[in-house]
């Protein structure tokens, strides 16, 4: 699905001191499965992500999602393709704080507005939240609720690609495994890029990315009876 | 309701659309401040509406016996003037304006019956009673101002009405929503030549008659030695007095306008830099720049035209709570409505939304991350 080549990008041109926070990089990813990608804090991976998901522009390289070059679409192109393939589950939920649970989940469908909320009532079911709690606010959910509401809304437009930035950073051990059933189950037909620190989420992972210095250094794709390494 | 939608977030975020609106419906000052201007103008119109059917011809400055009987003359020889009367106007009727203040009407006080039955016949007006000398006749819209009634007695010693040589009573209240006092007295030493314009047979003809007894009688304005005074004269007069209101009223206007742009402006800013970061959320899942301007920019303009509404509600509402409990009382009237002061208000309010709108467009263009926000 991804084929990333030579990605670079660097942060401070302007100075003599630049910083890469991706350093010539190439990597393909399948069209399903979950990956997940690990590294310290500023090794590049998030930045990494937001490459792949046309939200930044990298300094030089090439991205080819099915065959399509990100530097040959317009911006417009990219908004269409953020908002159709792919999905986001931030760190931080960043939910809308006005706005009830069902209504943060829908505001981005596409669908006409029965379907997708028919749709976001059976995603937030799904994900074990009660009727009454789709009417509430994130504040008053839970950090395990707000974090499953939120990749609800990732959901909503059946993504092929789902980016978790940190998906369970802020959620105690029962809540990040609840979240990390989803998203393997998820990843079972689409592909699911996670980013953590955390490796004992990635128990279920297919494949393992380890970077460093805006640099892989390490991948090992993981299938039942067997390990890759590279 | 749409998430997305403008309306979604105002009824999501009642208190705080609520202050926005509130915001922009001060702007009732700028409208209220032009009906105000434009209220004193209709009042000082209306206090001079007796001089649509007649003439003064007052001797001025160097002007000669021979002189004025000539203009006296030639004036009563028009087509348009009925008959020339003699009558006193150096008596004066204290009345209140829409303004609250005072402001001094003139008695028209005929030397004869029958020159007061010509004026009384011209404006169309009847009486329960033959009229006799030293009895006041007097609107309706007069009594209520001045709280006359009938059988009210006033002699030299009033300060309600100044000038009074002999002791007057009110007989007759006549319905009618102009301010005037009429009597008669052939003792009383005339003042001013009065040229009374033709009789018609009926209100609707009044219009044209009464135009065109100001279109004769304006050369006679320019004359220096005989004042000649009509409805026309003295109306201009007034345009000039009310220049100096009106600009008082537009530089307070702009300074308003300044004010609430920038009270505005910097509140509106505030508001959408908190939410900054959902806009950034909404890049994310990939809803378009385009697309989130168009919502911000109908919130901003909802709010807008919902402040409008209510600043025309309450500028309406004030009028009419003032015309309730006071002006009507005294037989005044403010108005509700006037084209200039909406006029105005509405360029006051895009003063304040254009500054608004290319704010919100610069900061949208700066979008970055979630993260960033």
Redesign the interface.
């Known amino acids: 699905m991804f084929d990333i080549s030579q990605l670079t990008m660097i942060y401070d041109m302007d100075k003599e001191d630049k910083i890469y926070a991706i350093n010539s990089v190439d990597l393909k990813l399948p069209d399903h499965g979950l990956v997940g990608f690990m590294g310290p804090s500023g090794s590049g991976k998030s930045s990494f992500m937001?490459c792949l998901s046309t939200?930044?522009t990298p300094t030089s390289g090439e991205i080819q999602y099915n065959s399509h070059s990100f530097s040959q679409l317009s911006?417009?192109e990219q908004?269409?393709?953020?908002?159709?393939e792919?999905g986001?589950v931030?760190?931080?939920h960043?939910l809308?704080p006005?706005?009830s649970a069902l209504?943060?989940v829908?505001?981005?469908a596409t669908d006409k507005?029965e379907i997708a909320i028919s749709r976001g009532i059976q995603l937030l079911e799904d994900f074990g939240l009660k009727k009454s709690d789709m009417k509430k606010r994130p504040g008053k959910l839970s950090g395990g609720q707000r974090q499953r509401v939120a990749i609800a809304?990732a959901l909503i437009n059946c993504p092929n690609v789902l980016f978790a930035d940190e998906p369970t950073a802020s959620l105690d051990h029962t809540s990040a495994f609840v979240v990390m059933d989803i998203l393997k189950e998820y990843a079972k037909q689409h592909l699911v890029l996670v980013i953590t620190h955390d490796r004992s989420i990635l128990k279920d992972a297919d494949r393992i990315i380890e970077i460093w210095d805006g640099k892989i250094i390490h991948d090992q794709l993981i299938s039942v009876g067997s390990k890759e390494e590279s | 309701m749409n998430p997305f939608s403008a309306t979604y977030y105002l009824h999501q975020n009642k208190k705080r659309a609520l202050a926005l609106i509130l915001l922009v419906a001060s702007l009732v000052l700028v409208y209220l401040g032009g009906i105000y201007i434009n209220t004193m103008k209709h009042s000082a119109v209306r206090s001079k509406q007796i001089y649509r059917d007649f003439a003064t011809i007052t001797p001025g400055y160097g002007c000669t016996q021979e002189d004025y009987d000539s203009t006296v003359s030639s004036i009563k020889n028009l087509s348009v003037v009925s008959t020339t009367v003699l009558v006193n106007m150096e008596s004066y009727i204290l009345t209140t304006n829409e303004m609250g203040t005072s402001q001094w009407i003139p008695l028209l006080l005929f030397t004869s019956k029958e020159d007061l039955l010509q004026y009384t016949n011209l404006l169309h007006l009847s009486f329960a009673s033959d009229p006799t000398e030293k009895q006041l006749i007097i609107s309706s819209s007069l009594s209520k101002n001045t709280q006359f009634q009938l059988g009210d007695q006033f002699d030299s010693k009033s300060h309600k009405i100044n000038g009074l040589i002999d002791t007057y009573t009110v007989s007759s209240i006549v319905k009618n929503d102009f301010l005037f006092a009429l009597s008669y007295d052939p003792n009383v030493e005339p003042t001013t030549t009065m040229a009374l314009r033709q009789q018609t047979t009926n209100t609707s003809s009044d219009k044209e008659a009464r135009s065109a007894f100001g279109k004769a009688l304006l050369p006679y304005h320019s004359d220096s030695f005989v004042v000649v005074n009509c409805y026309e004269s003295i109306n201009a007069n007034i345009e000039d007095e009310l220049s100096i209101y009106r600009l008082i009223y537009g530089v307070l206007s702009i300074l308003i306008t300044l004010v609430l742009a920038i009270t505005i402006v910097a509140t509106f800013l505030g508001t959408y830099q908190k939410r900054n970061y959902e806009f950034s959320v909404y890049k994310a899942l990939g809803i378009s720049r385009k697309k989130i301007l168009w919502k911000v920019l109908k919130e901003v303009c909802l709010i807008h035209l919902l402040g409008l509404f209510l600043c025309f509600l309450i500028g309406f509402l004030v009028s009419f709570f003032a015309n309730q409990f006071y002006y009507h009382t005294l037989g005044l009237h403010l108005r509700y409505f006037e084209f200039q002061p909406f006029l105005q208000t509405l360029l006051c309010s895009l003063g304040i939304l254009i500054p608004v709108i290319l704010f919100r467009i610069r900061d949208l263009r700066k979008i970055g991350l979630p993260e960033e926000s």
Do not use: G, P
């Open positions: 937001y939200l930044k911006r417009s908004e269409l393709l953020r908002r159709k792919f986001f931030f760190q931080r960043f809308i006005y706005m209504d943060n829908i505001v981005a507005k809304r």
